[in-house]
């Protein structure tokens, strides 16, 4: 099982940033996409963006288009989630997680490899 490590969380006042880093226990993501979720309290795991390492295609979840940017370190092997504007409502445990198929996926049961997530909690 490869294994991912979030980095990056903590706690921010409204408006903020915070980036987050998503790093591999392999030596490249190659051929897959990698992608972060959020999962707040009492609610499902929901999708925020992904980026495929081979191609650099992004995807992201509308209501975080122009806050958050997925982005990645080829020569870090790290995936990053630059979060801006940060609101009360972004916070969460944030997770990464790797996918193998074609072009990017958005579904949370696409997903078999999961890091162990890192909070982020906004304060107003």
């Known amino acids: 099982q490869v294994q991912l490590v979030e980095s990056g969380g903590g706690l921010v006042q409204a408006g903020g940033s915070l980036r987050l880093s998503c790093v591999t226990s392999?030596?490249?993501?190659?051929?897959?996409?990698v992608s972060w979720f959020r999962q707040a309290p009492g609610k499902e795991r929901e999708f925020v963006a992904t980026?495929?390492?081979?191609?650099?295609?992004?995807d992201y979840v509308d209501s975080m288009k122009g806050r958050f940017t997925i982005s990645k370190d080829n020569a870090k092997n790290t995936v990053y989630l630059q979060m801006n504007s940060l609101k009360p409502e972004d916070t969460a445990v944030y997770y990464c997680?790797?996918?193998?198929?074609?072009?990017?996926?958005?579904?949370?049961?696409?997903?078999?490899?999961w890091g162990q997530g890192t909070q982020v909690t906004v304060s107003s």
């Open positions: 997680a790797t996918y193998t198929g074609w072009g990017t996926s958005r579904k949370v049961q696409d997903y078999t490899n």
């Open positions: 980026i495929n390492w081979n191609s650099g295609l992004t």
């Open positions: 392999r030596r490249t993501f190659s051929g897959y996409a």
